[in-house]
């Protein structure tokens, strides 16, 4: 089971901190990925971390704003978004295996 958190609504040049938190899995053995789906738009791979945390992956848009990262003793991942985007607004899901988080909405508005 996947539970996200810590969407909210932000004017643009804001920042927010998601969170996932797992159980039913090795969390610390498991890839981690976040994915969102914007309004109207299908679903978009955003960051990816693997299982130790050494290796971080983010797509084009996000690069340099967003960073992932882990806490393997938690069996939590975050998204740290910085300098926040109209763009970015969407549902933001973390994933993993075969199992999805609820979602956490993201608006970004002036």
């Known amino acids: 089971q996947l539970v996200d958190s810590g969407g909210g609504a932000v004017q643009p040049g804001g920042s927010l901190r998601l969170s996932c938190t797992a159980s039913g899995f090795p969390f610390s053995v498991v890839a981690m990925s976040w994915v969102r789906q914007a309004p109207g738009k299908g679903l978009e791979w955003v960051s990816h971390i693997n299982a130790d945390g050494t290796n971080t992956f983010y797509s084009d848009s996000v690069k340099g704003r967003f960073t992932i990262s882990r806490d393997n003793a938690q069996h939590t991942i975050f998204l740290q978004m910085n300098n926040l985007k109209s763009d970015d607004t969407a549902i933001y899901y973390c994933?993993?295996?075969?199992?999805w988080g609820q979602g956490t909405q993201v608006t970004v508005s002036a």
């Open positions: 994933h993993a295996l075969d199992s």
